[in-house]
C-alpha cells in the first residue's frame, strides 16, 4: 500500500513540476502476472518514477547503492518501497540471491539499470546473470527528456519508449560470446528505443500558464512529502520493511 502511495505522490509530484510527459508502447509492456525485469539507460534520478509508473500496477524491487540508506528516514522510505542496498565496490552474492528469490517467489519485478551509473554506457553482467538463473525475461525500456532539475521546471517534453521483451532462455552459456550476445541484443534495444523517443522530442515547453495553475498543487504535494519524510523517519525506530518483501517470497 505504502508503495502505491508513494508512487503515485512522486508521480503527481513531477507531473506539477512539468506536466509534459508522454509514454510510447505501453502495451509492450509483458503482463502483471509475470515477474521480468524492467531495464533501461540511467540518466536522471527521476526515471526509475517514470517507469515504475508506466508498468503500474506492477510493483517492483530496486537495486541502490548503500550510501543512499544512510540517511534514516530517506533509507526506511526506499527500502519500503522495495530498494535495497548494493555495495559498488563489493556487491557480494546477496546482490543476486536477492532479487532471483524475489522474481522466483514474490510478486514484484525488478528495476535495473544494466549501465550502472547514471550516464554510463558499459552494460553490466548482473542483469544477464538475474535473467538466466531467474528464468525471467528482460523488459527494455528508455527515458528521453530533461537532465537537469532546471530543463525539468522549464517543462521540457518527456518521452518514455517500451520495447520488445528479451528473452535469453536460448542463451545456454553466460561465457565471453554468452554476455556478447546479451550485450548485443539489450543495446539494439535501447538503441531502437532513443530513436524512437527522440523522434517525439521538440523544443516545446510547458506554457507560463501552466505553472500558475500546477503552482498550488505543488505546493500541496511537498507538504505531503515532508509529512511522508517525517512519517518514515518515526516508523524506522519501530518498523523494519525488509520483513514485508520477505514474507512475500514464502507465499
Not at 56 to 62: C, D
Request: charged share 20%.
Amino acid at each position: 500500500m505504502f508503495y502505491t502511495y508513494l508512487r503515485s505522490l512522486l508521480v503527481f509530484l513531477l507531473w506539477a513540476i512539468n506536466g509534459n510527459i508522454h509514454y510510447h508502447d505501453r502495451e509492450k509492456i509483458l503482463p502483471q502476472d509475470e515477474n521480468y525485469i524492467l531495464i533501461a539507460p540511467h540518466r536522471t534520478f527521476w526515471d526509475p518514477v517514470f517507469l515504475g509508473y508506466a508498468a503500474a500496477p506492477k510493483q517492483f524491487i530496486f537495486m541502490a547503492k548503500k550510501e543512499l540508506f544512510k540517511d534514516r528516514g530517506f533509507g526506511w522510505w526506499i527500502r519500503k518501497c522495495g530498494a535495497f542496498p548494493i555495495d559498488r565496490e563489493n556487491p557480494g552474492t546477496a546482490a543476486i540471491k536477492y532479487p532471483v528469490n524475489m522474481l522466483k517467489k514474490g510478486n514484484r519485478s525488478l528495476v535495473m539499470f544494466p549501465s550502472g551509473s547514471r550516464h554510463s554506457q558499459d552494460l553490466k553482467g548482473g542483469v544477464a546473470v538475474i535473467a538466466k538463473t531467474a528464468k525471467v525475461k528482460t523488459m527494455p525500456a528508455s527515458y528521453i527528456g530533461p537532465m537537469t532539475i532546471k530543463g525539468l521546471l522549464r517543462g521540457e517534453r518527456i518521452d518514455v519508449a517500451f520495447g520488445n521483451p528479451i528473452d535469453i532462455s536460448d542463451i545456454k552459456r553466460l561465457d565471453d560470446a554468452g554476455m556478447a550476445e546479451v550485450t548485443r541484443r539489450i543495446e539494439h534495444e535501447f538503441g531502437r528505443l532513443d530513436a524512437l523517443a527522440g523522434s517525439h522530442q521538440t523544443n516545446e515547453k510547458s506554457g507560463l500558464w501552466t505553472f500558475i495553475y500546477r503552482a498550488p498543487v505543488l505546493l500541496i504535494v511537498a507538504f505531503i512529502l515532508g509529512l511522508t519524510y517525517l512519517f518514515s523517519y518515526l516508523a524506522s525506530f519501530v518498523w523494519n520493511p525488509t520483513t514485508d518483501l520477505t514474507d512475500q517470497m514464502k507465499k
